[in-house]
Structure formats: structure tokens, C-alpha cells
């Protein structure tokens, strides 16, 4: 079975300091993760994609992912937040032989400061 | 292209009652899927399927019921809401070799 954890519900920045999102997965299979952003009241956006290749995966709007098979871990990153980061955003694992299953994290809402 | 269309955008309705919510995605991707999203619980899976005439449950399927007889919609049927299925619902499909799943807007419902 997988799954997945992110362990903080919440997390506060200041503008332009640096943004970490904890995300750990459990799954029997190779992995494909994800980090979906949901604005308030939007449908969700994809940010990045990890699919076996690069370890460290670049996404939009300056955010990225490091996959750390050793530690489970697919941490986000961004060098500096901006205000316009304040979203919901979800952690992802998809099941790469299994169809069509997306398991998503509790999520982690970002707020940032001015 | 629109992308995935979700209707209606909000719904209340009293327990018992029936209703469909709508999807339509014009990208002529195989796979379709409904989530529901609740707090804290991130979305979960409802039901998805692989292609036209094809579907199976997915975490939470009680309650639910879909049917996909084009490769363009997949709507949800509740029976007989219920309390526990407030929430918002959100559709969304990808391609057969694609990893992105591609969302629709949502549909906030609230059961009373």
C-alpha cells in the first residue's frame, strides 16, 4: 500500500526567506510524486513531477523537490517566498503500474508574511 | 479548450435527496477520476476509470455511484445524500501515458 505524510499542517514564513514543506511517502513500488499548489478557492495546480529521472526536480514559479529514496522523502523548497506562494499544497504519490491512483498528503498550508 | 468542466459549482441539498454532478474534459484523455477533498484529509478517491465502459472504486466509494459511457464526461451520482458527503468534490482526467492529472474547478456541496 502506499502513502503519504506531510508533517506539518501548517508553516509561516517571512517574505523572502526560505520555504521547506516536509513530505515522507510509503510505497511497495518505484514511486512517481508530486507537488500539487491549490490557491484559495482554485481547483489545484501541478508544481513539479518526480518520474524516476533526476533526483532533484525544478518546478514553477521557483519551487523544487529533492527525492531522497534512502530517507523516503520528497521535501519542496523555494530560496524565497513570496507573498503570492500563500496556498494549500499537496503531496502526491502515484503507483506507476497501478492504474490510476493518486494518494495525496493531509496537505500543508503556507502562510507568508510581509 | 476548456480543459476539465465541472457543474454545478455549489449544491445544497437536503439528506435523501439525488443528485449528479457533472464532468466533461475535451482534451480526449482515457482516464478519468473523482476526488473528494475534506480538511485535513487532503483528496481522496472516489471512483476512476481506465476508459469508456470502464470504472472501479477507489478509497471512498460508498454512496457513490459512475458510469462512463463516453470517453468526454463522467458524472457522480449520489443516491441518497447524506450528512458525511458535505464536501467538495473535484473531477479530473490525464492521459493513458501522462503522470499529470489535469483537475477541474470543484464542486462544493453541503448535505443538510
Known amino acids: 500500500a502506499q502513502s503519504v505524510t506531510q508533517l506539518d499542517s501548517h508553516v509561516s514564513v517571512s517574505e523572502g526567506t526560505p520555504v521547506l514543506l516536509r513530505c515522507n511517502y510509503s510505497?511497495?513500488?518505484?514511486?512517481?510524486l508530486f507537488w500539487y499548489v491549490q490557491h484559495p478557492n482554485k481547483g489545484l495546480q501541478l508544481l513539479l513531477k518526480?518520474?524516476?529521472?533526476?533526483?532533484l526536480v525544478k518546478g514553477i514559479n521557483g519551487f523544487e523537490a529533492e527525492f531522497k529514496k534512502s530517507e523516503t522523502s520528497f521535501h519542496l523548497t523555494k530560496p524565497s517566498a513570496h507573498m503570492s506562494d500563500a496556498a494549500e499544497y499537496f503531496c502526491?504519490?502515484?503507483?506507476?503500474?497501478?492504474?490510476?491512483?493518486?494518494?495525496f498528503g493531509g496537505g500543508t498550508r503556507l502562510m507568508v508574511k510581509p | 479548450n476548456a480543459g476539465v468542466t465541472q457543474t454545478p459549482k455549489f449544491q445544497v441539498l437536503k439528506t435523501g435527496q439525488s443528485m449528479t454532478l457533472q464532468c466533461a474534459q475535451d482534451?480526449?484523455?482515457?482516464?478519468m477520476s473523482w476526488y473528494r477533498q475534506d480538511p485535513g484529509m487532503g483528496l481522496r478517491l472516489i471512483h476512476y476509470?481506465?476508459?469508456?465502459?470502464?470504472?472501479d472504486q477507489g478509497e471512498v466509494p460508498n454512496g457513490y455511484n459512475v458510469s462512463r459511457s463516453t470517453t468526454e464526461d463522467f458524472p457522480l451520482r449520489l443516491l441518497s445524500a447524506a450528512p458525511s458527503q458535505t464536501s467538495v468534490y473535484f473531477c479530473?482526467?490525464?492521459?493513458?501515458?501522462?503522470?499529470?492529472?489535469?483537475f477541474g474547478p470543484g464542486t462544493r456541496l453541503t448535505v443538510t
Open positions: 502526491v504519490v502515484r503507483r506507476n503500474n497501478a492504474g490510476n491512483m493518486l494518494t
Open positions: 510505497s511497495s513500488y518505484s514511486p512517481s
Open positions: 518526480y518520474t524516476s529521472a533526476a533526483t
Open positions: 482534451m480526449n484523455h482515457e482516464y
Open positions: 476509470s481506465v476508459g469508456a465502459g470502464i470504472t
Open positions: 479530473a482526467s490525464n492521459g493513458a501515458s501522462s503522470y499529470e492529472q489535469y
